[in-house]
């Protein structure tokens, strides 16, 4: 089906991907995920030589966490935020915290996103007086994957990376995780881990080739 509006999107998206590192300039991805909190009834059972460690299949219940990713593909760093909720307050104030502590001096911040409700210049003015939420705001182009296009948010690999590599098992609370979590980004950051981002408009233009209007002479 074509969709004039998913490919302009994700054109647009790849563009931004293709051009090389600015410093003051820079690229950065967005997401954000929930995780279940769940803990244990019973103490599991370590590891030993010749028999696997063991943990009960009941559990408990407690409640959700959410997981705000935020990295720069071409620097390999990443930056890892838990939140009780995921309100526009809460993304308010992480859209503050990417400005004011991980990007200060930057003439710029370019920040892919899907364009999810609470993601949009409003939930500032909702959260900070007229004033901040402007001076935030400047700080900032906004840059949207299209609507089902959050495989074209690089900020998706890093939350796979997280899930796969921490998160795969039980965490009962949130400064369990966040323990754990800061652990994981150190690790990550330290090694430079960057994203081999390959999909082109070139290549799009070939295999998505039935999402592009078809012009008439």
């Not at 950065?28 to 590891?47: A, F, H, N, W, Y």
């Not at 010749?50 to 009960?56: E, F, I, L, S, Y």
């Not at 609470?118 to 299209?146: G, M, N, Q, V």
């Not at 881990?193 to 078809?214: E, G, H, M, Q, S």
Request: hydrophobic share 35%.
């Amino acid at each position: 089906m074509h969709n004039g509006d998913f490919v302009s999107c994700m054109e647009r998206v790849s563009d931004v991907y293709k051009e090389a590192y600015d410093p003051l300039r820079p690229v950065v991805c967005m997401d954000e995920s929930p995780k279940q909190l769940i803990k244990e009834t019973r103490l599991p059972l370590k590891g030993k030589p010749g028999c696997d460690a063991k943990a009960d299949y009941e559990y408990e219940r407690c409640g959700v966490a959410n997981i705000f990713m935020v990295n720069e593909p071409l620097r390999g760093k990443r930056y890892v935020k838990i939140t009780q909720r995921k309100t526009k307050v809460d993304w308010a104030h992480l859209i503050k915290e990417i400005a004011d502590v991980h990007y200060p001096h930057v003439e710029k911040i370019r920040l892919v996103m899907d364009n999810l409700n609470t993601h949009k210049p409003a939930s500032l003015y909702e959260t900070f007086l007229p004033e901040e939420a402007k001076r935030i705001w400047d700080r900032f182009e906004f840059i949207y994957t299209p609507k089902h296009g959050s495989w074209l948010n690089m900020a998706e690999i890093e939350l796979h990376a997280l899930n796969r590599q921490c998160l795969n098992r039980r965490s009962g609370d949130m400064e369990t995780m966040e323990r754990e979590v800061v652990a994981w980004q150190r690790s990550r950051n330290n090694k430079g881990a960057k994203v081999d981002w390959r999909f082109t408009n070139d290549k799009a233009r070939i295999k998505l080739k039935k999402l592009y209007p078809t012009i008439l002479d």
